[in-house]
């Protein structure tokens, strides 16, 4: 089961991706945890993301899809994975399609989860009392969404175009999105 987790912040991702590994025994792979792993490795590649890193620049495409085939090369990802954070541009979607293939993988689930933004909204301010993040105010949460429709949103467009997007109603109880999503995935 190869999934990617797409949706806006404040959509619940992170709360579902817990419930996806946790029910089909797959690792959570997240870029920023890739990337640190990486480094702690102290490998070549780890140190040329170490330079980037402390230099205060972006890590590009290539060197995270470097990281990305690392990742996924691990054993633990044998039986699937979902991956959080990336693709973030269609280029990195194109590149992960190519390693992929390249790899053998079976099909990739592309989930996206949709929830309207004044719902996002009050999603994201109703955790600002709860949480110590420090995106979840109002202004840094408008900001996110910005940033997620401008940046992120055309990956879902690609993966739709592709024939792997499957569109989960992001309203309602935790559970029910999980059901969704298990139905969505055929289980």
């Given at each position: 089961?190869?999934?990617?987790?797409?949706?806006?912040?404040?959509?619940?991702?992170?709360?579902?991706?817990?419930?996806?590994?946790?029910?089909?025994?797959?690792?959570?792979?997240?870029?920023?945890?890739?990337?640190?792993?990486?480094?702690?490795?102290?490998?070549?590649?780890g140190n040329k993301v170490k330079s980037i890193l402390?230099?205060?620049?972006?890590?590009?495409?290539?060197?995270?899809?470097?990281?990305?085939?690392?990742?996924?090369?691990?054993?633990?990802?044998?039986?699937?994975?979902?991956?959080?954070?990336?693709?973030?541009?269609?280029?990195?979607?194109?590149?992960?399609?190519?390693?992929?293939?390249?790899?053998?993988?079976?099909?990739?689930?592309?989930?996206?989860?949709?929830?309207?933004?004044?719902?996002?909204?009050?999603?994201?301010?109703?955790?600002?009392?709860?949480?110590?993040?420090?995106?979840?105010?109002?202004?840094?949460?408008?900001?996110?969404?910005?940033?997620?429709?401008?940046?992120?949103?055309?990956?879902?467009?690609?993966?739709?175009?592709?024939?792997?997007?499957?569109?989960?109603?992001?309203?309602?109880?935790?559970?029910?999105?999980?059901?969704?999503?298990?139905?969505?995935?055929?289980?």
């Open positions: 089961m190869q999934i990617v987790l797409l949706g806006p912040p404040g959509a619940g991702k992170g709360t579902q991706a817990v419930k996806i590994c946790a029910q089909y025994h797959i690792p959570h792979i997240s870029t920023g945890d890739m990337l640190r792993q990486q480094v702690a490795s102290g490998s070549p590649l402390d230099s205060g620049e972006l890590v590009t495409d290539d060197i995270i899809m470097q990281v990305v085939e690392a990742r996924l090369s691990q054993s633990d990802c044998r039986n699937g994975f979902l991956l959080d954070g990336i693709p973030r541009t269609v280029g990195q979607a194109q590149s992960l399609t190519t390693l992929l293939l390249k790899m053998g993988a079976a099909k990739l689930n592309v989930l996206q989860i949709n929830v309207p933004d004044a719902i996002l909204l009050e999603r994201i301010e109703a955790r600002q009392g709860q949480s110590s993040r420090s995106d979840d105010t109002a202004e840094v949460a408008a900001k996110r969404l910005k940033v997620y429709w401008e940046q992120t949103a055309p990956v879902a467009n690609y993966y739709e175009q592709v024939g792997n997007l499957v569109k989960i109603d992001g309203v309602g109880a935790v559970d029910e999105v999980f059901n969704r999503i298990t139905t969505a995935l055929g289980t």
